[in-house]
């Protein structure tokens, strides 16, 4: 007999060799029916898995993550079986899991090119695959056995992920005639694979290295009903409406230019407004709180970042050193701002009356991301953070920590993010090679964050192996207004750095101490935030953020005068105004305004002149009558005000 502890520390004894499906039975059919997968001691196995060993479990419905891992993961399998099935010969690298679906790498060899033309027949065939029940099996096998199944079918790219595995830890997964090197864990069968949509197609390098060959990559998603495949793929076509690339051409806020570079956007002068707009308001509260700003160079000497272990854990990522007339000597584009502010912290003998030491830049950085991984302002390789490190004492870390997590809330709260999560990112306990520093530094700083996270009251999820190189974070991952997760602020804390580059300060006792040091980026990068803030309001900014506030429309042009003495009046109260004097009817100047995202339209004519008023049309809301300018003026600044919150 084995003992199962349930997640309500409730115990109960099995037979040895029970599955997670016979213990769900014995629970409730229906839990045997739902339950996609069980996590056994913390590790996510399938539900046909025997269970030898007394352990603690917890089922997995689609509703959770866990569950919808297995789902997707035994989809994946189930396309590279329909592809293998149309395309005999072809070779499969990986087909993971992702957040919403799934993808398979595939190599159908060189005289075969997948194309979006293809992609309804492999979807006929999954489903046909599908409806006959196909059970998946796992089977352990010795790294000669995987070795030589692979080499018979002449696929290097499993052979070249199975000569990294170490022998005892090697499984292969089978549905029908098709067999993978894998992990899983997977469904019981193919039965609840009822809805299936492949996406798209996409060019993708083996393990990420431009320099092997490119396979085929395939995107789908599936569902166990069609009516939720319908629900998402109209979540889909909403997605395409707010896409960032689309709407920052339509407004005019930025560009990108094959001669200037992939990945470097071009900010217009709308989003440079913008943009602008996003900074001033975060340097304001950034002056409530303490920050002393500064300004670094965009490069700094390749010694520098050896000192700081960037150049070690990211010198493949960056671009290449400059290299200078003077010999041995190097730069490097600047991939981070911390090493920059660790010498501002040392440009002076500091006192422990002089911390906590707040430091903030908006700093511009570069990292080489791969050509094929580029996205818009969400993946480039030149960005601005909006960077800060804070150099404090030990006993000051967490008010300092908690002072972070408000500022990150008054953001969230002034740019309508209300559905956020919170994550904490600690170490791989299995992979001490990806870190630097001492376990007792990284002990301090985990327990910080935790207990500075607890006494916010925060209800946050803890993720193993997250860890930025140097120490543990904080992430908040938001929701935006369609249910897709960004994640965008961030906080850090670091004693490794300090070491590294020997920051002190002279304390009570006099003697030499070691500050401690918190990174800290609410907005992450003023890119990336503004693209999922395009997506998540759709175009249409707050009050206080977008480019143009107010268009003035003359009903004919005996009004423009009046239309440029109201447009004086706003300008001069710091009201963001257009006019638009085409020779065209008021209606359809408020249809194309309207396409601009305009909020507020003022449309002027006989009345208005006579009343000195404006008639006031919202956008979203419709008419809202006719205001005198300093009535409108005064709407105009309570809704700002109630926005920012400042």
Not at 81 to 107: H, L, M, N, R
Not at 143 to 160: C, I
Not at 192 to 213: F, H, M, P, Q, V
Not at 611 to 618: E, F, G, I, K, L
């Amino acid at each position: 007999m084995v003992k199962i502890t349930f997640p309500d520390n409730r115990e109960k004894e099995y037979k040895k060799g029970s599955t997670g499906f016979d213990i769900a039975q014995s629970i409730h059919p229906r839990l045997a029916k739902e339950a996609l997968s069980v996590t056994v001691n913390g590790e996510l196995w399938d539900m046909r898995r025997p269970i030898d060993m007394d352990s603690s479990i917890r089922f997995h419905k689609w509703e959770d993550e866990e569950g919808k891992h297995a789902f997707w993961h035994s989809s994946a399998h189930l396309m590279a079986e329909a592809i293998e099935s149309i395309y005999p010969g072809t070779k499969f690298g990986i087909g993971p899991a992702i957040e919403q679906g799934f993808y398979y790498d595939v190599d159908p060899g060189d005289d075969i090119v997948l194309t979006d033309a293809d992609l309804p027949k492999i979807e006929q065939k999954m489903l046909e695959l599908a409806r006959t029940k196909e059970t998946y099996t796992r089977r352990e096998v010795s790294k000669k056995e995987a070795l030589d199944y692979f080499k018979k079918k002449d696929d290097e790219y499993k052979l070249e992920l199975i000569n990294e595995l170490e022998d005892g830890t090697i499984s292969f997964y089978s549905q029908g005639v098709f067999t993978d090197l894998c992990r899983g864990p997977h469904l019981p069968n193919t039965e609840s694979i009822k809805a299936i949509k492949l996406l798209s197609i996409a060019g993708a390098y083996w393990r990420g290295d431009e320099t092997r060959k490119q396979m085929t990559r395939v995107y789908g998603i599936t569902f166990p009903k069609k009516s939720m495949l319908d629900e998402y793929l109209l979540l889909l076509e909403e997605a395409k409406k707010r896409d960032h690339r689309k709407i920052g051409k339509e407004l005019e806020l930025f560009t990108f230019s094959q001669k200037v570079g992939q990945g470097l956007p071009l900010w217009l002068p709308k989003g440079a407004q913008l943009r602008e707009r996003l900074e001033n308001f975060l340097k304001k509260v950034q002056k409530d709180y303490g920050y002393l700003p500064v300004i670094t160079p965009h490069i700094g000497n390749k010694d520098l970042y050896v000192t700081s272990g960037h150049y070690e854990k990211y010198g493949k990522d960056s671009f290449q050193p400059i290299k200078t007339p003077s010999e041995n000597e190097e730069f490097l584009l600047k991939p981070m701002n911390c090493p920059h502010h660790c010498e501002i912290y040392k440009s002076k003998p500091r006192s422990y009356k002089d911390m906590p030491v707040r430091l903030a830049e908006f700093g511009t950085v570069y990292r080489y991301e791969q050509s094929g991984e580029l996205h818009g302002l969400t993946r480039v390789r030149g960005f601005t953070q909006d960077d800060a490190h804070i150099f404090c004492r030990p006993d000051q870390l967490k008010e300092e920590f908690i002072k972070v997590i408000d500022i990150v809330f008054l953001i969230f709260k002034s740019l309508n993010f209300s559905d956020f999560i919170t994550q904490i990112s600690l170490r791989d306990p299995e992979d001490g090679e990806k870190y630097i520093g001492s376990n007792e530094n990284w002990e301090k700083s985990e327990s910080a964050i935790i207990e500075a996270c607890n006494e916010k009251g925060l209800d946050t999820q803890i993720e193993y192996g997250e860890a930025a190189f140097y120490g543990p974070k904080l992430d908040f991952i938001v929701k935006d207004a369609i249910g897709r997760k960004w994640q965008l602020g961030t906080i850090q804390v670091d004693y490794n750095l300090p070491e590294r580059f020997e920051l002190e300060y002279i304390g009570s006792d006099n003697k030499r101490h070691r500050p401690v040091m918190i990174h800290r980026a609410p907005f992450g990068s003023m890119e990336r935030f503004v693209a999922v803030l395009i997506e998540h309001t759709a175009g249409k900014f707050p009050l206080w953020l977008t480019p143009d506030q107010v268009v003035l429309l003359p009903v004919s042009e005996k009004y423009v005068d009046y239309a440029k003495k109201v447009f004086s009046f706003l300008n001069n109260s710091d009201i963001r105004t257009l006019i638009d004097d085409r020779n065209e009817k008021v209606g359809k100047k408020i249809r194309d305004n309207e396409l601009k995202k305009i909020p507020y339209l003022l449309i002027v004519g006989e009345k208005e002149v006579a009343d000195n008023s404006v008639s006031v049309r919202r956008q979203g809301v419709g008419d809202k009558g006719n205001m005198s300018l300093e009535e409108f003026k005064t709407l105009i600044e309570k809704e700002i005000k109630s926005e920012t919150q400042i």
